[in-house]
């Protein structure tokens, strides 16, 4: 069955409202408009206005009402319209959503979804563009989780809405309208486990979000030239799966790290110090950051496409590792 | 209204907070806290209309909030103390006490916890029940954000939320006068939330307010209270009060409402004697259970890791 990614999140919403009477969704404009990006449309038809609720334009009450509700037994899947807007709920999510569950030492739980997309490519301009996971990636207490692609965002959506724990679902805004065929795709994919989804012996690629999707592009068309790459998809950024990624170093030596944060301190910086810490001597030289170079995203394509990682970066980089 | 309960919850809370004040000069306790003596009455009298189901989402100051949704005194002290027998092992302290067997959660962020009372009350509508949450927050709160967005969505939603705002005049050290232009229950009113205002401590009229706004409450309509108090102390266990007024500080001291309240009693059927047995044995039972918890101690160990994400299925 081909579906959109979209469509693969909204039919989850779907399945999930549906199984769970104590599921309900919550944002701007979700409704009738179905959401910025069509990802929940006709859901409210469906469903009714008690269960899929269009929220005032209040992003922190939006995210305090989310966490109240799920410390009180229910399972809200909330929408912040942009991941630029995180930064308005950043209090709720650092001081208050993350912290129950250990202080109350797993008495408390909050079972909360916060979904979000992220992502440049489409001329959105400095404050509807960026990716910031980095600013959310040492906050203990949550999980992030970026799918890349429309066999594998419902599965990871219903394990995010099914967990006990708040999960920052990261979608991607570019990644809405791709089609796949999605027959037999896995019903729930685990928290906290990356995926190799392309072997290879000369290269490894890091990445995770639409990244692996420019990252696996490369990496088909360098197999022409004999040149093998090895591509890892993250999938949950946090908890990041090290010991995936310890596998691969150690039977490849040289990789990058692509991905659409700001280099510093961003999650590519993250995984270089991780397997620092854990595998460095499986390493051929120095680890090489791909990201979105640190400026106010631009918003004409051109120089947009300058400041996003490209295909042509990726391929670049790449030659110029395995030249050295 | 139980006279005598609402005052020996008073002295309790008192004794608590004194007892914590003691055992900070003598460096047994780590950290800092709020102490809330002379506004400790308001949830004392608001509590007298609440049930057990009903939560109650508290703030920084919180000690008063906590013992009145009736925490169990010792395992709320050894809290304080920072003590593995406490509410949260020690690891909450005296600004994030929570309970959830009682329905009480707290955060030493201002105004914090008003937008998730919101969602707890979302979810109490949701679930067709007719429980109420109480969301106390202070004048300090009242300048935040999203404890503005917080009234809002509570409208909005019309939702069985009651929001008291302990106005004691000054967030910090900074007065209302520099940081409002306008009227704190009016700014609620703005909302489309019924509000009221409970000037001077008047303990009886917050009686009769609070168990009308409750009950009104439960049918699902917002309701706001904003109390004018006073805290006796500083802001938290350092603070000089360098920026208040003798003059006001004591005006405010006269209209305690423990004073007041003894007075009641004594011309009422209560002799001297009584009111000093009260609080002897109020005394004496804080200073029991601080005494056990100290010399005790405790060897449990914490599991520093444990708990940062909630595996139950």
């Known amino acids: 069955m081909i579906k959109t990614y979209a469509q693969a999140i909204k039919d989850t919403l779907d399945e999930e409202l549906m199984n769970d009477p104590n599921l309900f969704l919550f944002g701007e404009d979700i409704g009738v408009y179905g959401g910025c990006f069509g990802a929940t449309k006709g859901l409210q038809e469906k469903y009714g206005n008690k269960r899929v609720i269009d929220s005032p334009m209040s992003e922190q009450a939006i995210a305090g009402l989310g966490i109240g509700a799920a410390l009180n037994g229910l399972r809200p899947v909330i929408e912040i319209m942009f991941m630029d807007f995180i930064t308005l709920i950043y209090d709720q999510i650092l001081n208050h959503a993350s912290i129950f569950s250990y202080l109350s030492n797993g008495e408390m739980k909050v079972p909360l979804v916060i979904r979000v997309p992220a992502g440049g490519g489409r001329g959105y301009g400095a404050t509807h563009s960026k990716s910031l996971w980095s600013a959310l990636m040492n906050i203990p207490g949550i999980k992030i989780i970026a799918p890349s692609n429309t066999r594998e965002v419902s599965g990871l959506l219903r394990a995010a809405i099914k967990d006990n724990n708040p999960v920052i679902f990261v979608e991607h805004k570019s990644l809405y309208q791709i089609k796949d065929d999605v027959e037999n795709a896995e019903d729930i994919i685990p928290i906290g486990k990356a995926k190799i989804v392309k072997e290879g012996n000369d290269l490894l690629l890091i990445s995770f979000s639409k990244m692996v999707l420019d990252c696996l592009e490369v990496a088909n068309k360098l197999e022409n030239e004999g040149i093998s790459i090895e591509v890892l998809d993250l999938r949950t950024v946090k908890p990041l799966d090290i010991e995936t990624i310890k596998n691969s170093i150690d039977k490849i030596g040289k990789v990058i790290v692509v991905e659409e944060g700001f280099p510093q301190s961003g999650i590519a910086a993250e995984i270089i110090a991780q397997i620092n810490e854990v595998c460095f001597y499986s390493l051929d030289g120095p680890i090489k950051r791909i990201c979105t170079l640190e400026i106010p995203l631009p918003c004409s394509p051109k120089l947009e496409n300058m400041a996003i990682p490209s295909k042509e970066r990726i391929e670049n980089e790449i030659r110029s590792m395995l030249n050295e | 209204m139980d006279l005598l309960k609402i005052y020996k919850k008073i002295l309790l809370i008192r004794a608590v907070e004194n007892k914590l004040d003691q055992l900070f000069k003598k460096g047994l306790v780590y950290g800092t806290a709020h102490f809330c003596i002379g506004q400790e009455f308001i949830p004392v009298v608001v509590s007298q209309h609440l049930r057990k189901e009903d939560a109650v ?257």
């Open chain 2, 57 to 313: 989402t508290s703030t920084h100051r919180g000690h008063g909030h906590a013992l009145s949704k009736d925490l169990d005194v010792k395992k709320f002290l050894a809290e304080l103390l920072g003590d593995p027998r406490g509410y949260n092992t020690g690891k909450g302290g005296s600004q994030h006490v929570s309970s959830i067997d009682n329905n009480f959660f707290a955060n030493g962020i201002t105004g914090g916890m008003v937008p998730i009372a919101v969602g707890i009350a979302f979810a109490n509508k949701y679930k067709q029940n007719d429980n109420v949450v109480v969301a106390y927050l202070g004048d300090g709160a009242m300048t935040e954000g999203y404890v503005l967005e917080s009234l809002n969505m509570a409208a909005a939603l019309k939702l069985p939320i009651l929001f008291i705002c302990e106005n004691n005049f000054y967030a910090m050290s900074t007065h209302i006068k520099k940081t409002h232009s306008s009227d704190i229950n009016k700014k609620a009113e703005a909302f489309g939330i019924k509000s009221a205002l409970v000037p001077d401590n008047n303990y009886k009229l917050l009686y009769e307010i609070a168990e009308e706004f409750i009950n009104d409450t439960r049918k699902g309509i917002p309701h706001f209270i904003e109390v004018q108090t006073y805290r006796h102390k500083g802001h938290s266990k350092n603070d000089q009060n360098l920026y208040r007024d003798k003059s006001e500080e004591q005006y405010w001291f006269n209209k305690d409402v423990a004073l007041i309240i003894e007075d009641e009693l004594l011309s009422n059927k209560y002799t001297i004697e009584d009111i000093n047995l009260i609080k002897t044995e109020i005394d004496t039972f804080v200073d029991k259970i601080s005494e056990e918890l100290i010399q005790q101690g405790s060897d449990i160990d914490i599991d520093l890791f444990k708990h940062i994400y909630n595996e139950t299925k």
